[in-house]
C-alpha cells in the first residue's frame, strides 16, 4: 500500500459538501482505504471557473491505499455530481 493525498473540492452549500463528503469517505472504506488525516482547508476561490463555480470548500486527505484502486475511485469520483474536482497525488518516501 502506498501513501497518497487526496485534495477534494466540494460545493458550498452545505448539504451538498456533507452529502458529497459522506460519499467519498464511504467510497474510500469500500476500496480499503486508510485514512491516516484529514485537514479541512476552508473556502477558496478557485483559480478557474469549474462548473459555473468560482468557489468552493477544500479538504485533504491523507491516506494510504492500494495503487490499483486509484482507477477504480477516480471512474467513481467522476460520477459523484457533490464533487467540483478532485486529485490523487502519490506521497514518495
Not at 14 to 41: C, S, W, Y
Not at 50 to 63: E, S, W
Amino acid at each position: 500500500m502506498r501513501q497518497y493525498e487526496l485534495t477534494v473540492i466540494f460545493p458550498l452549500e452545505e448539504d451538498q459538501h456533507k452529502a458529497g463528503r459522506e460519499q467519498v469517505l464511504a467510497d474510500l472504506a469500500n476500496h480499503g482505504a486508510d485514512i491516516v488525516k484529514t485537514d479541512e482547508l476552508g473556502d477558496r476561490e478557485l483559480a478557474y471557473e469549474i462548473k459555473k463555480r468560482t468557489r468552493g470548500r477544500y479538504v485533504l486527505f491523507t491516506l494510504r491505499l492500494d495503487p490499483a484502486k486509484i482507477t477504480v475511485l477516480d471512474r467513481i469520483f467522476k460520477l459523484n455530481a457533490n464533487l467540483v474536482k478532485y486529485l490523487f497525488v502519490k506521497i514518495e518516501d
